[in-house]
């Protein structure tokens, strides 16, 4: 990656409440605007405003899941001038307001003693092959970025959140919204891949 971007990506990430300008990034590169903006597109496959957004929001889910904060007081510390705002960016990034998501992690919390951080990746999903699909790509991917052994496959266990059906089921139950289930069908798929 370019080094110039690299700076400015770091500078963004050092200070996520700040609101940063066209001006300002292409100024951390000494770049001009133009010249910065196409090559930052190029070595993001995003605008820099597009991948502020991105780096948002994964910071704000990544908090929700590790720290005990609260979702308006995230939303401030990311530079949100209102707490609707910060919202409706949220989900639309992940599908899922940031409150229910908070809920649902402290629910997850409170039922097993565990910390979710490294295990709580998930998507609501009408179609269940489809959030199967999603959800085995997704822990791929954790598997390969973080390079977990077969050991420590074998420990993790695995959430799935749906939406309440019309069934009775006496699952976990988020805000009268949400069913979490324990799973491990999908870790025991990926183990006995090639």
Known sequence: ???????????????????????????????????????FKKETNATPFKFIEKIKMQSAYDHMLKQ???????????????YETFSRAFKKHFQISPDDLKAIAVKIKSQTNED?????????????AEAKDYVANKFKEIIEKNQYTEEDLKLAQVFQVSEITNDTSKEMRVKNKFQIKSDTKVWKKLLSQP
């Open 1 to 39: 990656m370019d080094k110039r971007i690299e700076k400015v990506l770091d500078t963004i990430e050092s200070n996520l409440s700040r609101s940063f300008s066209l001006g300002d990034l292409a100024g951390i590169a000494c770049m001009s605007a133009s010249q910065f903006h196409r090559v």
């Open 68 to 82: 005990d904060i609260q979702v308006q007081e995230l939303s401030e510390n990311l530079g949100y001038q209102d």
């Open 116 to 128: 979710v951080s490294d295990n709580l990746y998930f998507a609501v999903f009408d179609d269940e």
